[in-house]
């Protein structure tokens, strides 16, 4: 099946700062990988997403890259703030709706 | 309408109970997904519904049952629980299958004495 690594598992960036999360996949059927943010108590938020036939996309402070060849995928932050602080997860998914998500980044903006 | 709803928020039982958990969503979705989610770990895959058809069991035990009485709503039926069966159950759905975005529900928070 589909495995999904993510790195760091911790991170702690100044405000102001950029930050990155690295991901990479196993399964070459994975064609969607969405982020998400989840804050304590709260449902996993979709931040940005992307699909296998685009290399890059962008959101104002936030882009995600994709190298389908090598099987991984970047979340770029620019210009964090604190509220910018929270879990992230990277996920990957097949045509058949099967998500398996990277174990989680655990980000710190420090004002 | 864009939001998936779940309920109950919060859910106490025992180990001998029978429980359901609700998630509704009117935005004409026609894929549904139960993910659990433990304390400081990712959503785990459960279930997928794809026109209110099964299409993914990740071999999750029978004391879980899945229900998809119709497009807008998914059920789980809860059974003879074991207390490590505590964790957020979260709900979602998309458009269908495949690349789509997935709307989560903020999920029920289940506790198993």
């Known amino acids: 099946g589909e495995n999904v690594e993510q790195h760091p598992s911790t991170l702690s960036v100044q405000e102001g700062d950029s930050a990155v999360i690295k991901c990479t996949y196993s399964?070459?059927?994975?064609?969607?990988f969405p982020w998400y943010k989840q804050e304590l108590g709260k449902r996993p938020q979709l931040i940005i997403d992307?699909?296998?036939?685009?290399g890059e996309k962008k959101d104002q402070r936030i882009a995600v890259t994709l190298n389908k060849t090598a099987k991984h995928f970047s979340l770029h932050i620019t210009e964090t703030q604190p509220e910018d602080s929270a879990v992230y997860f990277c996920?990957?998914?097949?045509?058949?709706?099967?998500?398996?998500f990277g174990d989680g980044t655990t980000l710190t903006v420090k004002p | 309408d864009t939001e998936v709803t779940q309920t109950p928020k919060h859910l106490v039982m025992g180990m001998t109970n029978k429980k359901s958990l609700k998630c509704e969503q009117h935005?004409?979705?026609?894929?549904m997904y139960w993910y659990k989610q433990k304390a400081k770990k990712p959503p785990e895959l459960m279930f997928v519904?794809?026109?209110?058809?099964?299409?993914i069991n990740e071999s999750v035990p029978s004391r879980f049952s899945p229900e998809c009485p119709n497009s807008s709503l998914l059920n789980l039926h809860l059974h003879a629980l074991q207390p490590e069966d505590s964790a957020l159950y979260l709900c979602?759905?998309?458009?269908?299958?495949?690349?789509?975005?997935?709307?989560f529900g903020p999920g029920t928070r289940l506790l198993v004495l």
């Open positions: 992307i699909r296998s036939n685009v």
């Open positions: 996920a990957a998914r097949t045509n058949a709706g099967k998500s398996t």
């Open positions: 519904y794809s026109y209110e058809k099964l299409s």
């Open positions: 935005m004409g979705h026609r894929a």
């Open positions: 979602a759905s998309s458009h269908s299958l495949g690349g789509e975005t997935q709307y």
């Open positions: 399964d070459s059927a994975s064609n969607y």
